[in-house]
């Protein structure tokens, strides 16, 4: 998989709050080392300042690291609400797990992709014509508070046993805000980050608009398709 899964690490924070923690740390060593007499009014002071800079720090960074679980929870809330439900049926002695994605929350999802369904051990598969159903499928692109969107999946092997093997499924969709998610069975949504543009992916990209004939026209020459 090429997309991030894993949020930028915010380095401009990080740094920030590691330079004041040092920066009061050392105000703090340097008290302790240059008050020769600690008994005076003044070095107290210093010792003072330096330990209230260096609770300053500590709790602002607790802050921080606060602000960004609290958001990162806000985000995920959402992200949890478009809930699987795996049912395992056996027609003609075949197993057949149904999968039913159910929006539980007050906004739309959209662009929902089933990844993969596994049986057990053994990988599911689909048929051409359920393929096709699922993708022209009007829930799978926006999906309604309060809907389900299915999806039908086929063990493939038919000697698998019949014994109630463990189901789970992996998908993928955007969530009403736009954020788009990873999900595996009930565990914890990941967010999914968007690749960031090269600059010679848009090189390749402008050569290859440049490359229409004639002179990189975005009309169709009538000579080559009439």
Known sequence: MTDKLVPPYNRRHAAAVAGTTAGAALA???????????????????????????????????????????????????????????????????????????????????????????????????????????????????????????????????????DDQDTQVLFRYLDGNGRRWRRYTFTEPERIWPKPSSTDDKEHFNTAMRARKPDGSSVLDPRIWH
Request: proline fraction near 7%; charge should be negative; glycine fraction near 6%.
């Open 28 to 162: 703090i060593i340097a008290a302790w080392q240059l008050g020769a007499d600690m008994g005076t009014f003044p070095s107290w002071l210093t010792l003072l300042a330096a330990v209230g800079a260096f609770a300053s720090v500590f709790l602002a960074w607790r802050t921080l690291v606060a602000n960004r679980e609290n958001r990162h929870e806000d985000e995920v809330l959402l992200a949890r609400l478009l809930t699987p439900r795996l049912v395992t049926s056996y027609p003609d002695d075949r197993i057949v797990v149904t999968v039913t994605l159910r929006n539980a929350s007050h906004l739309p999802f959209h662009q929902i992709v089933i990844e993969g369904v596994t049986y057990g051990d053994t990988g599911c598969q689909q048929t051409e014509s359920q393929r096709q159903h699922e993708r022209a499928a009007p829930e799978r692109m926006y999906l309604p508070a309060g809907k389900d969107f299915d999806s039908v999946w086929v063990v493939p092997d038919p000697n698998t046993p019949f």
